[in-house]
């Protein structure tokens, strides 16, 4: 498996779990507390934000995406010792760990198959260039 079928597959866990954790926030907020927009707005908004430059593949929206998740996972955490967590807690603690592993993986992986293609492309220029 060669950097840039690596990056895909990363980016794909990356795009897809975003969404994914949205939902379970989401259904999260609407079942089991009362609605409150503002908690709902403060949950969302930072991966919504995230989610055009993510769905795009920008390596470095990626690494920024890693940090807002750490403050994802702490919340995460912070409820799998509240006495009164539920299964949706492991779930979201579950996906904000792979989302979190696949991004990082997606910064190194992605980088790496974008240097290999620009490189890639100054040796063809380069070949044309030299045989005219």
Known sequence: MNYASRAR??????????LLLLAIYTIQVLAITPFNWTMFAVGTLPVLLMLPSVWRGKPVAHAWLCFILLLYFLVAVQNM?????????IVRLVFVVIIFLAAMMYVRWGSRAMRAAQQTDDKLLNEDVSND
Do not use: A, K
């Open 9 to 18: 597959l990363t980016l794909d866990m990356t795009r897809y779990g975003l």
């Open 81 to 89: 010792f509240s006495p009164n967590r539920d299964v949706m807690d």
